[in-house]
């Protein structure tokens, strides 16, 4: 049963008019309001300095991310996918070899396979974590897999305890695609030290997301950080001099200062998106739509870090809802519409409807809220009241001002700052 409200509200004072008028997805801005100061001091001294790529604060930035992440080697470069791109060149992959991948993910991590010739072999995802099943790599393992990459989705971290072993037992690598879960963990063992080598991203929807595109791998080995220190630039050492092929893939140096103002605070904001992911279960509860909506949990696991929460719309009516909170002005996006086994570009490598039955029904079910830090209370009240108005529930106001209205932070009462169309 829904809650709905038991009090006689006249129509022109519906409670759905105490909700906040907007809450955005994401709001960039909030943040940047914060450390504006010390952004554009960074940004200045690198101005001042001339040395715009692999500059001082790139060394720096890849220092204070192997003591955060708790591994011997950082290699910065130029966005998550030449992260993946490079990780699988480091590891010999060559036209004709397969790479487990999942099919419930961005679009990067399956064409860092095909980029190289190699074949990318798509596996299913656990319905309740939407994170790569390891019972489907273990169905999908040949004599010419050359690798495994399993996608720590959504801020939670796949389930590397019966990864590992079967990637041991095959003798092959893992590479982490950890684009969207910097220090989410698997017991105490930070996402990125777990495999082989681990792949990041720093766009700016990340939780640790910089002024524009930018990445960095992560790895225990020293063989393995020789050849991804080499392979970003040009295969080259010295000057003019190049061993191997590689790629131009380097961190700008204006990224790596911006990205050092925030790594401080990364800690803190990932409690507070872990705060906001309690207070929307609390919530769901509170509206009575457990039934209609799947809620996810915690990573008894490990850490789970939220990049985004993503629910369920149990009733098939997961398009008509997005636009439901669109009309009032509620953000919301959609990872993945359009799984990659289904995508046109692999049309040719024969995959169909039905062939990996979990990735396709997330993939029509599954919608992402707004769970960025710097989200309100009321802000998540709103959406979730939103969504219990779009079952036939009334939503019930918590606090209000003089006026009746719900009260609103300081920072909604102008335009909030919109993030890039992409939101990978």
């Known amino acids: 049963m829904i809650r709905r409200s038991t009090d006689s509200v006249p129509a022109s004072d519906s409670p759905t008019t105490h909700l906040l008028p907007s809450v955005p997805l994401l709001a960039l801005d909030r943040q940047y309001e914060v450390l504006r100061e010390e952004i554009r001091d960074a940004i200045n001294r690198v101005c001042d300095s001339g040395r715009f790529v692999l500059g001082p604060d790139v060394t720096d930035l890849e220092t204070d991310l192997a003591k955060a992440l708790d591994v011997p080697h950082v290699i910065s470069c130029a966005s998550g996918s ?123 929807t990340k939780n640790l997301g910089g002024a524009g595109d930018g990445g960095f791998l992560t790895t225990t080995r020293d063989d393995l950080a020789k050849s991804l220190r080499l392979l970003r630039v040009h295969g080259m050492e010295p000057r003019y001099h190049h061993e191997v092929i590689g790629i131009n893939s ?48 915690d990573d008894p696991a490990g850490r789970h870090v939220w990049n985004q929460f993503v629910v369920r719309v149990q009733e098939g009516s997961r398009d008509d809802l997005r636009a439901h909170l669109g009309r009032h002005g509620v953000g919301t996006e959609i990872y993945y519409p359009i799984p990659l086994h289904l995508q046109k570009c692999f049309t040719h490598l024969g995959w169909a409807v039905g062939d990996l039955p979990e990735t396709e029904r997330a993939a029509l079910q599954t ?58």
Not at 382 to 403: C, H, L, M, N, W
Not at 406 to 422: I, W
């Open 82 to 204: 030449d992260a993946l791109l490079l990780a699988l060149q480091a590891l010999d992959v060559r036209p004709g070899d397969e790479v487990i991948v999942p099919s419930y993910t961005f679009f990067a991590t399956a064409s860092a396979v095909t980029r190289l010739g190699a074949v990318p072999i798509f596996a299913d995802i656990d319905p309740v974590t939407y994170l790569i099943d390891p019972n489907d790599i273990a169905r999908k393992l040949s004599p010419r897999t050359k690798a495994i990459v399993p996608v720590h989705l959504f801020g939670r971290t796949a389930d590397l305890d019966a990864i590992l072993p079967l990637a041991a037992k095959a003798g092959l690598p893992v590479v982490e695609d950890a684009a969207q879960s910097i220090l989410s963990t698997r017991g105490d063992r930070c996402t990125g030290g777990l495999g082989d080598i681990g792949c990041f991203s720093f766009y700016p």
């Open 250 to 297: 380097r961190l700008d140096t204006i990224q790596a200062a911006i990205l050092r103002v925030k790594l401080p605070h990364l800690d803190a904001w990932t409690t507070a998106r872990q705060t906001n992911a309690t207070r929307y279960r609390e919530l769901f509860t509170e509206y009575d739509l457990v039934g209609r909506i799947a809620v996810p949990g």
């Open 367 to 424: 919608i992402a809220l707004p769970i960025f830090p710097e989200l309100q209370a009321d802000e998540q009240r709103t959406v979730v009241a939103r969504i219990a108005e779009y079952f036939g529930a009334s939503a019930v106001p918590k606090a209000t001002d003089e006026q009746g209205g719900l009260k609103a932070p300081h920072f909604l009462r102008r335009a909030v700052g919109k993030a890039d169309d992409v939101r990978c």
